[in-house]
């Protein structure tokens, strides 16, 4: 019991110097990294470049003028990559005076090779207006959203989709509201309601009482 009490001593007298030593340790490794990527011929500014830190997948991308700013540890390899130039890697020093670290980065352009693409004309001009007159061109975004919001489309929608979590709400407290105003006697009947007969027949007109197909 002697000895567990002066390892228990013991444990918390240097337990609290050997966190502070590693949070002093890991707070001197961090570093805000200031830099500019460019293009290697004009040394313009190139936006929409990935800067990556390898193997945390954390990044961020340049600005419109090239310029980007990462916290990153030292000795970390930062990954610069675009569609339109070589992916090229840095590493962060390792001695590096202080918490903050400039960096002037040049990109070079990478070439793109294209599948190649052969067009063929149609031997004769009649075949040519035929396939042009029977070609099925897809809609686009326009006509889609044209087609989503159209009205025959809304009512369709309408009558198919279940009730989202408002209106199943409203729908019950209208009925508890009905079921508590009519507490303690019959309700009345709608049948020589004539409003009751003209929601009816719209509801009919509109189609509400068909078999639907979910």
């Given at each position: 019991?002697?000895?567990?009490?002066r390892?228990?001593f013991?444990?918390?007298?240097?337990?609290p110097f050997a966190?502070?030593?590693q949070?002093?340790?890991?707070?001197?490794?961090?570093?805000?990294?200031?830099g500019?990527?460019?293009?290697?011929?004009s040394?313009?500014?190139?936006?929409?470049?990935?800067?990556m830190?390898?193997?945390q997948n954390?990044?961020t991308?340049?600005n419109?003028?090239g310029?980007?700013?990462?916290?990153?540890?030292k000795g970390?390899?930062?990954?610069?990559s675009?569609?339109?130039?070589?992916?090229e890697?840095?590493r962060i020093?390792?001695?590096?005076?202080?918490?903050?670290?400039?960096?002037?980065?040049?990109m070079?352009e990478?070439?793109?090779?294209?599948p190649?693409a052969?067009?063929?004309?149609?031997?004769t001009?009649?075949?040519?207006?035929?396939d042009f007159?029977n070609?099925?061109?897809?809609?686009?975004?326009i006509?889609?959203?044209?087609?989503?919001?159209?009205?025959?489309?809304?009512?369709?929608?309408m009558?198919m989709?279940?009730?989202d979590?408002?209106e199943?709400?409203?729908?019950?407290?209208?009925?508890?509201?009905?079921?508590y105003?009519?507490?303690?006697?019959?309700?009345?009947?709608?049948i020589?309601?004539?409003?009751?007969?003209s929601?009816?027949?719209?509801?009919?007109?509109?189609g509400d009482?068909?078999k639907?197909?979910?």
């Amino acid at each position: 019991m002697k000895y567990f009490l002066r390892y228990t001593f013991f444990l918390l007298l240097v337990c609290p110097f050997a966190a502070k030593a590693q949070f002093e340790s890991l707070k001197d490794s961090v570093v805000q990294l200031y830099g500019i990527v460019m293009t290697h011929d004009s040394l313009k500014g190139i936006p929409g470049v990935t800067v990556m830190v390898e193997g945390q997948n954390r990044g961020t991308i340049t600005n419109e003028q090239g310029v980007f700013s990462i916290v990153v540890l030292k000795g970390d390899k930062v990954r610069f990559s675009h569609v339109s130039y070589r992916t090229e890697t840095d590493r962060i020093p390792v001695d590096i005076p202080g918490n903050q670290y400039n960096m002037v980065k040049l990109m070079a352009e990478d070439t793109v090779y294209l599948p190649t693409a052969i067009i063929k004309a149609r031997p004769t001009r009649e075949q040519f207006e035929r396939d042009f007159v029977n070609n099925d061109v897809p809609d686009d975004g326009i006509e889609i959203a044209r087609q989503n919001t159209s009205e025959a489309k809304r009512k369709a929608l309408m009558r198919m989709l279940p009730r989202d979590g408002g209106e199943a709400t409203n729908y019950a407290l209208t009925k508890s509201a009905q079921s508590y105003y009519y507490q303690g006697q019959a309700p009345p009947m709608n049948i020589f309601n004539p409003f009751a007969w003209s929601e009816f027949i719209k509801a009919w007109k509109r189609g509400d009482f068909k078999k639907k197909d979910y």
